[in-house]
């Protein structure tokens, strides 16, 4: 394990951003920190940056603890939403700033910095000032800024957020690649599931100051732990145990043993398989038709259920279908929804 | 449906006409013209012909080189003084770890709520030949003349040096300090590589402020200065004294060059700063380093330690039955023995009431208007309505005696009313009003207005019915600014009061000047009073105002 977070606690007054927290990045690696505002994920970033001190437990990077070492003495790299380069020097001086200040020799500098503004496909801006870019060219520059004194590893704070659709999703790809290249271990922190899902070795889905699970996107995709991660990673349908019991008991095998209260079914709308039957004892709703697939939305016994379907389909609304799902789709997650509600 | 429509803009058209109109006549005719007649006055030659005689007499004239010499000296002194200082406030206050800022914050502003002769006040209080000082230890210091007025101009103009620097450092977010830190840059490298370069301007811009308003400013000078002439009492002495009209106007004119300076400063600063503002600043929130923090604190507390002194004395002897040798409490010296009493105070309030009632509603139809004409046009108005600001108030208060005490036009009858003091009261702080309602319409989300508009409502009834209520934290605040301003300015209307008219910051140095000294601190007490008191309503009504908000959202 490469860089290791153990048991991490932070406290703002009585407000506890993060709970006993442990997560590791491997050499080379790109994790994603993901979950909604306000669930400790940024906090957890900046305490490995040693921006914030940790209250209790430990930073460690390649078996060393990083405790009382300062942000300017663990060589890492980081890039913010807000971009903020530094608005009084040009986009070279801000490139070079970190080697400025490790004394690189200025010609030596001025080679860096050329190899890197070619490397983020922006060579003509060197002697601009960071208000003459569009924000995306900002990020990219923040970017080349990060990576310029071969930091040991990169973070990445919200990146994207702050950019126009079309923007995010170039500079998100030019991410992957750049760090792919590189292969520096990357840490970035999201609240967008689908960028989480596009970059990430390991997804780190955090909630309320804690993880809730961390594993490969297919993994949190295919497998949710929790109803949070099932409900917080794309659309869920998400049934009590009673409700599957009464209705479709055949999905029950897969169910661990457990109180109805613990377990939830959670099948995903791509994994219902629905056919016209006047008989069938669903009723269509409506069909909202998104281009490249259809969103059907159901009247049941399981309750309302979403559907997706792979291009048009062919049905009309207050429709009949019947409904078929393979056991094999319904996951069963842990209703943590009644434990936070308590 | 047709016909509403055209006639609703036809009516719109001419309201936005008219708003524009109105405050645009009243500038010219309180503004440009006056310093019209200046500029003509300073080239009228005694026979009535033009040239530069006067200029060259006025240069040749040693009374006026030894006043420019003495400006010069007390100006650059007083600037590298407040600058230094008014920097380290504004680092104590957003870049320093400690407690007590509140106090800071409080004690800082306090200059600005008194009339500028109250630090000479002070100071004569603290260290003049009755001053504590003086007898506690047996001196013989003289504080008047060149180091009293100093010190004096000193803290008069240590707020505003820490409010320009403090408006930059807020803009310099947190997290270019985090992406510095993580390239591996140590504080003091943070500080010279970010900081500094970020305030370099606004330094710059501060210490220009600190030079105007200190060689403009009469009220220190007049009470203070003693044998030492400067510019402001040179031409008090040409016009008021020597009735020498003209060579008052050269003086004046002159005081506008390095004002004209400074404006292209604060324009450059300006213009360096645009592009920089990111939507959503996180503040700077230093940590404790006790190195840095504990010598930066007790520095701050030593500078606010002298204003609280200084404006503090004042009010402690207005109590005490003879300074400095009986300290026993006493309410006599509210009892004003000049002629006239209190009434100046009631005047002034009434004068500054007026200066603001009016000066908030021609503020407001001006920037309603203004932001309805095409872009063009606009700009061009912007750029004129903020001009006052280049002038400091003793020329502008030289240009309406010039303009209003002839009798070649009807503005004559303006001439010893309180309706002339209220608009130049107003006129002086014509910019700082004018460019905080602009920020707040440009705040002001158009689809609100579109909203209004499309639901049927004419343009009148959207901005009584949307806009004001949007903007009118922006109009408070606008309010109360030239209601205290108008209470404490002194050099903009010194050359417009009579005996029958006299505004309570002039009675305050007439009592001074008959050596009721005593009498002097009490009624700068009583002003100081009012202003504080304005300032709490002020406070009251803006939090009740956003407490509404927040109660409807």
């Known amino acids: ?342 | 449906m047709k016909a509403v429509s055209s006639r609703g803009f036809d009516g719109d058209k001419l309201l936005t006409i008219t708003c524009v109109v109105i405050p645009l006549v009243a500038l010219a005719l309180f503004f440009l013209y006056p310093m019209y007649i200046v500029f003509i006055r300073s080239i009228t030659l005694p026979d009535g012909g033009l040239g530069l005689q006067n200029y060259i007499e006025t240069l040749s004239s040693t009374g006026f080189w030894r006043a420019t010499r003495h400006s010069m000296l007390m100006g650059l002194t007083t600037m590298v003084f407040s600058v230094l200082f008014g920097f380290i406030i504004a680092l104590g206050l957003h870049r320093c770890s400690f407690k007590g800022k509140w106090l800071i914050r409080a004690v800082i502003i306090l200059p600005l709520l008194a009339p500028s002769l109250v630090q000479a006040l002070g100071l004569i209080f603290l260290l003049g030949r009755n001053g504590v000082i003086n007898r506690f230890f047996g001196l013989e210091l003289d504080i008047y003349g060149f180091w009293g007025l100093t010190i004096a101009n000193t803290l008069y103009a240590l707020p505003q040096v820490v409010m320009i620097i403090s408006a930059s450092l807020v803009l310099l977010d947190q997290r270019l300090y985090e992406a510095a830190e993580i390239m591996g840059a140590k504080p003091l490298r943070q500080f010279r590589d970010l900081t500094l370069p970020a305030i370099y301007y606004a330094v710059l811009n501060a210490a220009f402020v600190v030079f105007i308003i200190t060689i403009t400013d009469f009220g220190n000078a007049a009470v203070i200065g003693g044998d030492y002439s400067v510019l402001a009492t040179e031409i008090y002495t040409q016009v008021i004294g020597l009735r020498n009209f003209n060579m008052g106007a050269v003086v004046g004119i002159m005081l506008l060059l390095p004002t004209v300076i400074s404006y292209y400063i604060e324009r450059k600063a300006m213009q360096r700063q645009q592009g920089k503002t990111s939507t959503n600043i996180q503040p700077f929130v230093p940590k404790f380093m006790p190195y840095r923090d504990i010598p930066m604190a007790i520095a701050c507390y030593l500078i606010i330690g002298a204003i609280l002194a200084v404006i503090g004395i004042v009010v402690y002897a207005s109590f005490v039955k003879l300074w400095p040798y009986n300290f026993d409490f006493t309410f006599k010296h509210f009892d004003i023995t000049l002629a006239g009493g209190y009434s100046s105070l009631w005047i002034t309030i009434a004068i500054s009431l007026g200066a603001a009632i009016g000066g908030t509603f021609l503020i407001f139809i001006l920037a309603f208007g203004l932001l309805r004409l095409p872009q063009k046009l606009s700009q061009a108005l912007q750029v004129l309505a903020a001009m006052p600001a280049a002038v400091p108030g003793i020329v502008l208060g030289l240009a309406y005696i010039l303009t209003f005490n002839s009798t070649s036009t009807p503005l004559h009858v303006l001439y010893g009313t309180a309706i002339l003091i209220a608009a130049i009261n107003f006129y002086h702080y014509h910019t700082q009003a004018f460019l905080t309602v602009m920020t707040g319409f440009r705040q002001f989300p158009a689809a609100l207005e579109e909203a209004s508009s499309t639901l049927g409502a004419g343009l009148g009834r959207t901005a009584i019915s949307v806009i004001v209520p949007f903007i009118a934290p922006m109009l408070v605040s606008v309010f109360f600014f030239l209601f205290m301003r108008s209470m404490v300015t002194l050099s903009a209307v010194i050359f417009l009061t009579t005996p029958q008219l006299d505004v309570a910051a002039v009675t305050i140095m007439r009592l001074d000047d008959a050596g009721l000294t005593s009498q002097a601190a009490a009624f700068s007490t009583c002003v100081m009073a009012v202003v504080c008191l304005s300032l709490g309503i002020m406070k009251l009504i803006l939090s009740m105002q956003s407490k509404n908000k927040v109660g409807a959202a």
């Open chain 1, 1 to 342: 394990m490469y860089l290791t977070v153990r048991n991490a606690t932070k406290l703002y007054g009585s407000f506890t951003a993060l709970d006993d927290v442990s997560i590791s990045i491997e050499q080379g690696e790109f994790v994603c920190l993901l979950g909604p505002s306000g669930c400790g994920k940024t906090t957890l970033l900046r305490l490995i940056a040693g921006l914030t001190d940790i209250d209790s437990g430990e930073v460690t990077l390649e078996g060393e603890s990083l405790s009382g070492l300062p942000a300017r003495k663990r060589g890492f790299g980081i890039v913010f939403q807000s971009y903020s380069l530094f608005p009084n020097m040009t986009i070279a001086e801000n490139i070079g700033y970190g080697l400025k200040i490790r004394d690189t020799p200025v010609n030596q500098i001025n080679t860096r910095v050329t190899e890197l503004l070619d490397l983020i496909k922006l060579p003509q801006i060197a002697d601009k000032f960071p208000g003459q870019l569009s924000g995306g060219q900002q990020q990219r520059v923040a970017l080349a800024r990060a990576i310029a004194v071969d930091p040991r590893v990169l973070l990445l704070d919200e990146p994207l957020s702050a950019l126009d659709a079309k923007v995010r999703g170039d500079l998100r790809d030019e991410i992957l690649q750049l760090q792919r290249a590189l292969g520096i271990p990357t840490l970035m922190v999201t609240h967008d599931q689908e960028e989480a899902l596009a970059l990430a070795d390991k997804i780190i889905c955090m909630n309320q100051g804690a993880v809730v699970q961390a594993g490969t996107p297919k993994e949190l995709y295919q497998k949710p732990a929790t109803r949070f991660v099932a409900d917080f990673m794309g659309t869920s349908n998400l049934i009590k145990t009673e409700v599957i019991r009464s209705f479709m008991p055949e999905l029950l095998g897969m169910r661990p043993e457990g109180d109805d209260e613990l377990y939830d079914a959670c099948i995903r709308p791509e994994a219902i398989k629905i056919e016209p039957n006047v008989n069938g004892d669903a009723l269509v709703k409506s069909i909202g038709f998104l281009g490249n697939l259809s969103k059907i939305k159901l009247e049941s016994t399981l309750g309302d259920l979403i559907v997706e379907v792979h291009g048009a389909i062919d049905l009309e609304e207050n429709q009949n279908v019947s409904l078929q799902i393979n056991p094999a789709d319904c996951n069963w997650v842990l209703n943590d929804a009644v434990e936070t509600a308590s």
